[in-house]
Nanobody, 129 residues
Framework: QVQFAEFGGGLVQPGGSLRLSCVYS????????IGWFRRGPGKEREGVAV??????????FYQDSAKGRFFVSRDDGKKTAYLELNNLTPEDTAVYFC????????????????????WGQGTQVTVSS
């Protein structure tokens, strides 16, 4: 059974940092991308970043709101992906989700929900002083 689970959320002050983890199981091969999304209070879920298939170079994709502040990485030996959040603002308050990409290989991602499946339950990030 394929499962994704997010960890590492919490309360952080503006300007602070967090590192979220996405642990997956039930997948034998790592030829898939991992996407990060978030849903803020009263908002639709939106894409944040993607790290691509490791066998295709693990390319990184970021939404404009994340560029320069958020960074994705993955450790396939640990079956874990990471999302590093820096210089956080209250607008980054949201539940953060990870999911498995549907495209294998050298894919270009829009970071849209229809490109992913097997969603985790999410981890809450709250940015407040």
């Amino acid at each position: 059974q394929v499962q994704f689970a997010e960890f590492g959320g919490g309360l952080v002050q503006p300007g602070g940092s967090l590192r979220l983890s996405c642990v997956y199981s039930g997948i034998q091969f790592q030829n898939f991308a991992i996407g990060w999304f978030r849903r803020g209070p009263g908002k639709e879920r939106e894409g944040v970043a993607v790290i691509g298939d490791s066998l295709a170079g693990a390319r990184e994709f970021y939404q404009d709101s994340a560029k320069g502040r958020f960074f994705v990485s993955r450790d396939d030996g640990k079956k874990t992906a990471y999302l590093e959040l820096n210089n956080l603002t209250p607008e980054d308050t949201a539940v953060y989700f990870c999911a498995r990409g549907l495209c294998s290989g050298n894919c270009n991602y829009r970071i849209a929900e229809d490109e992913f499946n097997f969603w985790g339950q999410g981890t809450q990030v709250t940015v407040s002083s």
